[in-house]
């Protein structure tokens, strides 16, 4: 087990957020707290150490880092934004240069990943929640994805879509395990946006796939 989670959070303090986020992704950084609690959480389960990791539009990085400083067996994080994912390798050899990562670019709907069975998989990944008008729902192809690939998975949701979510895991014959609730500050980061910072009531889910 690595060291505790302040530790990591203070680490983490130290990615850099996107330069341009797009809206249509939805491309909001992920925050050291938030990130730094979803993966010792996790990591007291038992799903990082020793564990395949791989994170879903990891954006600049701060999940797949936060993994990979827990002592896991690889990690991998899909991103098909370019320009985040040069920011994400940057990230890794400010944070920690000796941990290892795989950035792949690829959309989330077509992975170039095989995985050797998926009992020694862990899922981690801040999903665009869907607010942006026609893409309600955008987490749907994230679960759909993670759950085809992963024993267990960690995600970021909407507090509203619990009933989404519950009905999604439980048509794949998925359970919840565990649930606790995050409330996630946004910055400003588009010239429409009114506040400087904005929270948001999330929850994050520990989904036992079939």
């Excluded at 869907?130 to 987490?139: E, M, P, S, V």
């Amino acid at each position: 087990m690595a060291s505790g989670k302040k530790k990591l959070e203070l680490n983490l303090s130290r990615v850099a957020d996107f330069e341009n986020p797009n809206i249509k992704y939805e491309q909001y950084m992920t925050s050291a707290e938030v990130a730094s609690t979803m993966i010792h959480v996790a990591d007291m389960n038992g799903d990082i150490e020793d564990k395949n990791i791989v994170d879903l539009g990891t954006g600049t990085g701060m999940l797949a880092i936060g993994a990979a400083l827990r002592n896991p067996k690889s990690v991998v994080g899909i991103e098909k934004d370019r320009n985040a994912l040069s920011i994400a390798k940057k990230n890794e050899d400010t944070v920690s240069p000796e941990v290892v990562v795989e950035w792949i670019l690829a959309d989330v709907k077509c992975i170039p990943i095989k995985m050797v069975g998926k009992e020694d998989v862990t899922g981690i990944m801040n999903p665009p929640f869907g607010a942006q008008k026609n893409h309600k729902y955008a987490d749907r192809i994230f679960l759909e994805e993670i759950s085809e690939i992963s024993s267990v998975s960690y995600s970021i949701h909407n507090c509203d879509s619990i009933d989404f979510i519950k009905a999604f895991v439980e048509g794949r014959g998925g359970v919840i395990s565990h649930s606790y609730s995050v409330t996630m500050e946004l910055k400003k980061s588009q010239k429409f946006h009114t506040k400087m910072r904005k929270k948001i009531e999330t929850e994050v889910h520990r989904i036992k796939w079939k």
